[in-house]
């Protein structure tokens, strides 16, 4: 058995050791005095379990470097580990178990990830564990299920912050080394216990509200302290946990509350009870745009929702997965418009977010919201689209149909009754039934069992409301009209239709927009009568909302080749420059550049990057100075000119201070960066302009873009070197390896690469078999051919029917992209 078979926990295996046994209490014991030096690969790490048995036997998990010591009550027994469990025998009623370990630091993100930082050497540590790598840091029992009380007890160089989820109760020692012994825990899971420790900045505040008072910090980089503005974070942290106390009426219950910006993560952000860790991404070197800082509130909000649901109530397994993603997700957009200045947060999730649904959705791999998830692969894989952002969509429609205060109302009965304990999906919908009195299992059936979207279309002369799919939606048409070359919203109708065809009567208007405040959960079309005023007058619009439903009805018809990939360029050509609405503006200028390099059909995409090319050139020339839509344009510059040459001499002649930037517009390093990956792309610049740089930025950032930079050189030598290293080269950290992979396919430059494509189909599964999930992950998906038919990809998936189900999951969604794509490039033939 590999490790990796090993490391795969069933459900089945999982729920029958949770019945077996009843844990208490695990004390863990840390060792990272060393980590500061960079040849110390692993770090003593000893457990002491405490639980009761009715089994003999039972397995431990732990992957690290070795496990050195096993002692089940009081007797040394033979180490029986083979790279993920440890065998344990001789178990009696009640036990306690002693483990003592090495475990590996982490370059990949996931366990106990180590960093040193190039600017000032200091080294940061931190954790992140969902779903399963608590046991890369701990001897535990890795599922969520199983809740215990956690005493952590950490020893680390003296002066370094040593954070956990509870504070500290004791501090000992001096000279090199501290040890800090933290409060036992409440009772949680594994995968949301947390450490982190390092020189790191830390501001402080307070929470009051009646008698409660709850410590808050934040945390960065010291290198990153003149960036950090912890005031907005407080700001919006605050107006949560007001928010979050009135609706749930349960009172914060994790004690303090400490949110840390780390390095290198793997994803935004995860909601460890008291220490909520977050992508350094949301720490802005750079000027950041409303946008960024509203997907900064709505994750700060997103987290913060879990420290109830999720953390407080956790599913019984990662079936349930979505039950607090979706919540998570929609209180994230809710509480952003009742509580903080991010009133616009429906806009956003409207069009962006719900785009990932749809996305995701029509893959051949999708799946019902509740998801059958037989094991650890499967469950690190659904951490996607569905969960989340449709999760989140079909919770709000369960919103508009039980009422918000009936929603509320279950809710709070919910963390009452499961407070510290394991639910699932009946639990919830039990308490729902009993705050609303309405039946929601059909509800649940016709949303969270199927999977699919209706496509709505207005048929007959717009007498008939079609639908694909058939399902129950309460949903609103809203009529605008064309009046002085503005569309203005002149009436709307709402209603709810259920078949194939619903006759309609509606008011003459020139737009009809279809699915008008985003109640409901489908893809929209546009009559034609619609389409065209939309072409006129689309950025006339007087609601971002709306705006972001037309924009994201004309991508989804762009996407399934109905609406020309040239006319969907024009109407962005034509309004992009009037949207106001920053996130709207930053996604619909990413779906043209996406729209140019994979629908156009080949002999036209060259003459659409060029004209592409002075769209945005125009487009940062003529926008408002120092606006976010000056900075959106800049950013989108960098891609334009990374597939086309002719501004080549412009943008360089911008970073070398030759030629003014536009005014307003501050060259800051990430900025300096993108564009700089463009000249290096296309050639205009080489290796000693990237080190030179490199010098002016040798920061973390700066040296994973120098790292992208150097891979995209349009040189052939230099995309194989690079493609050994992304496969081959052990050392590469996650970053690295995902800045490498960007420099293989940077360009759009095939000619280049495509000699390796037999390579890719003969690597994976071996590379699946020997990485961790995250590496193998970004690999398989990241390095993927954009050939120019499917035979490559269909003669590995017949000759590979027994390869791991996540794996083949991975390459069947890359298929259908690429099947996608020369479809709908057809189409535009
Ligand atoms: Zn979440």
Redesign the pocket.
């Known amino acids: 058995m590999s490790t990796n078979l090993a490391a795969n926990l069933s459900r089945e295996e999982t729920a029958a050791r949770s019945a077996a046994i009843s844990l208490h209490s695990i004390r863990v014991e840390l060792d990272i005095t060393d980590a500061v030096n960079a040849e110390q690969t692993g770090f003593r790490t000893s457990t002491t379990l405490r639980f009761d048995a009715v089994t003999e036997d039972t397995w431990i998990d732990f992957i690290g470097e070795t496990v050195e010591r096993v002692i089940v009550n009081g007797a040394e027994q033979p180490v029986a580990w083979d790279g993920a469990r440890i065998r344990v025998a001789g178990l009696q009623a009640s036990n306690e178990i002693r483990i003592d370990a090495v475990g590996a630091y982490s370059r990949s993100g996931e366990g106990l990830h180590r960093f040193t930082d190039p600017v000032d050497g200091a080294t940061y540590l931190y954790t992140q564990y969902e779903p399963a790598d608590s046991r890369r840091v701990m001897a535990c029992f890795e599922q969520p299920d199983m809740k215990a009380e956690y005493t952590f007890v950490i020893t680390a160089p003296t002066g370094w912050h040593v954070l956990s989820n509870q504070s500290p109760v004791v501090t000992t020692g001096g000279g090199s080394a501290q040890t800090v012994e933290f409060a036992p825990t409440k009772r949680i899971s594994s995968y949301i216990t947390s450490v982190a420790a390092g020189p790191y900045h830390r501001v402080s505040d307070t929470w009051t509200k009646g008698e409660q008072r709850v410590q808050l910090g934040a945390f960065c980089r010291a290198s990153l302290a003149e960036h950090f503005d912890h005031k907005e974070i407080f700001e919006v942290t605050r107006q949560g946990l007001d928010f979050f106390d009135e609706a749930f009426d349960f009172a914060y219950p994790w004690g303090k509350y400490d949110q840390i910006f780390v390095p290198e993560y793997n994803l935004g ?1 995860m ?1 460890n009870p008291g220490l909520v860790t977050f992508t350094e991404a949301y720490v802005f070197r750079g000027a950041a745009t409303e946008a960024q800082r509203e997907g900064r509130a709505n994750t700060i909000l ?2 913060m929702a ?1 420290m109830w649901f ?1 953390d407080l109530v956790t599913m019984t397994w990662w079936d349930d997965l979505w039950l ?2 979706s919540f ?2 929609y209180m994230g957009s809710h509480a952003s418009a009742a509580a903080t200045r991010f009133t616009d947060a429906w806009a956003s999730f409207a069009n962006r977010r719900k785009a990932w649904a749809y996305e995701q959705d029509q893959l051949p791999t999708t799946h019902p919201i509740v998801a059958d998830i037989p094991d650890l692969e499967a469950a690190k894989l659904n951490f996607d689209g569905i969960t ?1 952002a449709k999760g989140a969509s079909v919770l709000k429609q369960l919103v508009a149909f039980v009422g918000e205060e009936a929603f509320f109302a279950g809710a709070r009965a919910y963390f009452r009754d499961h407070a510290y304990g394991n639910t699932t999906l009946d639990d919830l919908l039990v308490a729902l039934e009993a705050s609303s009195g309405r039946d929601v299992r059909a509800w649940s059936t016709a949303w969270l069992e199927t999977t699919g979207m209706s496509t709505l279309t207005l048929e007959d002369d717009r007498t008939v409301l079609a639908q694909t799919d058939p399902r129950p939606h309460r949903l609103r048409i809203g009529a605008f009209a064309l009046s002085d070359g503005v569309l203005v919203r002149r009436d709307s109708v709402e209603l709810d239709i259920q078949d194939e065809r619903t006759p309609v009567d509606l008011p003459d208007a020139d737009l009809l927009l279809v699915n008008d405040g985003d109640l409901t959960y489908a893809k929209a079309r546009l009559d034609e009568r619609s389409l065209k005023a939309v072409e006129r007058a689309l950025s006339t619009i007087d609601d971002a909302l709306a705006r972001g439903l037309v924009w994201s009805s004309l991508w989804n018809a762009t996407r399934d080749g109905e609406l020309p990939a040239l006319r969907y360029l024009e109407i962005v050509r034509r309004h992009a420059p009037a949207e106001s609405h920053v996130g709207i503006l930053a996604g619909t200028l990413a779906n043209a550049a996406f729209t140019i390099e994979h629908y156009l059909s080949d002999d036209v995409r060259d003459e659409a990057r060029a004209m592409w090319l002075e769209t945005v050139w125009e487009g940062l020339v003529q926008a408002e100075a120092g606006s976010g839509s000056q900075l959106s344009w800049a950013r989108a510059l960098g891609h334009a000119a990374s597939v086309a040459d002719a501004r080549s001499g412009d943008i360089a002649a911008m970073l070398d201070g030759t030629a003014p930037a536009p005014e307003g517009l501050g060259l800051d390093a990430d900025l300096r960066w993108i564009w700089v990956q463009a000249l290096a792309a296309v050639g205009t610049w080489g290796k000693d302009r990237i080190r030179e740089e490199l010098s002016r930025d040798d920061t973390m950032s700066g040296r994973t873009a120098a790292v992208e930079a150097l891979a995209s050189r349009p040189k052939p030598r230099v995309r194989e070197e690079a493609w050994r290293a992304a496969w081959e080269d052990e050392s590469l950290t996650n970053d690295h390896l995902g800045a490498t992979i960007a420099g293989v396919r940077a360009g759009g430059r095939r000619d280049l690469i495509e000699r390796f494509d037999t390579d890719y189909f003969e690597r994976i599964l071996p590379v699946w078999q020997t990485r961790s999930i995250e590496i193998a992950r970004r690999l398989v998906r990241g390095l993927f051919p954009a050939t120019p038919t499917l035979d490559a990809v269909d003669a590995w998936l017949a000759g590979n029917a027994d390869a791991p189900g996540s794996l083949r999951r991975i390459v069947i969604e890359q298929r259908d992209h690429l099947a996608r794509d020369l479809n709908v490039r057809a189409k535009n033939l």
Do not use: N, V
């Open positions: 952000a909601e997103h987290e879990h999720g607090k993603e998570a997700d989340y």
